[in-house]
T-cell receptor, first 111, second 110 residues
Framework: QKEVEQNSGPLSVPEGAIASLNCTYSDRGSQSFFWYRQYSGKSPELIMSIYSNGDKEDGRFTAQLNKASQYVSLLIRDSQPSDSATYLCAVTEMTGNQFYFGTGTSLTVIP | DGGITQSPKYLFRKEGQNVTLSCEQNLNHDAMYWYRQDPGQGLRLIYYSQIVNDFQKGDIAEGYSVSREKKESFPLTVTSAQKNPTAFYLC?????????FGPGTRLTVT
């Protein structure tokens, strides 16, 4: 069973701070890594994808991947109350046909 | 307007009835997926399809059935054999390794 682990939180940060979300995965052959944002009662929305070791930045979001440690993280700079949501980590296996999701980390940004 | 549509948004059924959830996409994506989400849990894969007329069971396929007669459509039937059908059902499609979700259908069975 391929596992994706996330700290369920809740994680609370003040507005303007950096939020750090972490994810570990069990399958060393995992190929692609994604972060989704899910507002309460809504469906997940893809916000970041990363495929190789290192950092990838997109606006206030930075995804970090370390395949040796089987670890992927998401940093949100200058956190806003609108960032309050559950963040899901997802990975794909070798073929890329199946996606495996963590249970999500709940983030609250306090004004 | 491209995207993935799921209907209806809310669905109520009596125990013992089969119910079919609709999923349509006009993104020209080859792969389509059905997930189930329960409170406090991650997404669990029910079925997925890589091409028309072919589909594979996911981790929790028991009590569910699907068809893929057209590239654009991947309906999910929740049968009376599914013991705990009340959940949030999410349809997704993918292309070039990225997966996108429809708005979901919240099914309540009483």
């Amino acid at each position: 069973q391929k596992e994706v682990e996330q700290n369920s939180g809740p994680l609370s940060v003040p507005e303007g701070a950096i939020a750090s979300l972490n994810c570990t995965y069990s399958d060393r052959g995992s190929q692609s890594f994604f972060w989704y944002r899910q507002y309460s009662g809504k469906s997940p929305e893809l916000i970041m994808s990363i495929y190789s070791n290192g950092d990838k930045e997109d606006g206030r979001f930075t995804a970090q991947l370390n395949k040796a440690s089987q670890y992927v993280s998401l940093l949100i700079r200058d956190s806003q109350p609108s960032d309050s949501a559950t963040y899901l980590c997802a990975v794909t296996e070798m073929t890329g046909n199946q996606f495996y999701f963590g249970t999500g980390t709940s983030l609250t940004v306090i004004p | 307007d491209g995207g993935i549509t799921q209907s209806p948004k809310y669905l109520f059924r009596k125990e013992g009835q089969n119910v079919t959830l609709s999923c349509e996409q006009n993104l020209n994506h080859d792969a389509m997926y059905w997930y189930r989400q329960d409170p406090g849990q991650g997404l669990r894969l029910i079925y997925y399809s890589q091409i028309v007329n072919d589909f594979q069971k996911g981790d929790i396929a028991e009590g569910y059935s699907v068809s893929r007669e057209k590239k654009e459509s991947f309906p999910l039937t929740v049968t009376s054999a599914q013991k705990n059908p009340t959940a949030f059902y999410l349809c997704a499609s993918s292309r070039q390794g990225k997966q996108y979700f429809g708005p979901g259908t919240r099914l309540t069975v009483t």
